[in-house]
Nanobody
Framework: QVQLEESGGGSVQAGGSLRLSCAASGNIFGIRAMGWYRQAPGKEREMVAAVIFGGSIKYADSVKGRFTISRDNTGNAVYLQMNSLKPEDTAVYYC???????????????WGKGTLVTVSS
């Protein structure tokens, strides 16, 4: 089993910044990718940004140029730096880990509990 713990959510005005952190623990050796996903009220969960281990980084078109995902040297943590936040970025943000088809939330095997990001206009 893998445990994922997120931190760093909160409330910010439009144009502001937040940094999310996700720490993985447990049997992480089978994980091939980690990423951030979000789910707004009434909408499906979607990929925001993800790192494929030993491969590429992917971003949703809606966050390119504003958000940056990074992974620490231990490989056990990922971060999401969110700049120029917009009200439409408001959602619960989840850390996910698992397979390499990172654009599909269904392909991820493990999830954190989520952290709420609220952006006011």
């Amino acid at each position: 089993q893998v445990q994922l713990e997120e931190s760093g959510g909160g409330s910010v005005q439009a144009g502001g910044s937040l940094r999310l952190s996700c720490a993985a623990s447990g049997n992480i050796f089978g994980i091939r990718a980690m990423g951030w996903y979000r789910q707004a009220p009434g909408k499906e969960r979607e990929m925001v940004a993800a790192v494929i281990f030993g491969g590429s980084i992917k971003y949703a078109d809606s966050v390119k140029g504003r958000f940056t995902i990074s992974r620490d040297n231990t490989g056990n943590a990922v971060y999401l730096q969110m700049n120029s936040l917009k009200p439409e970025d408001t959602a619960v943000y989840y850390c996910g880990a698992g397979g390499v088809v990172v654009t599909s939330p269904d392909a991820q095997d493990y999830w954190g509990k989520g952290t709420l990001v609220t952006v006011s206009s």
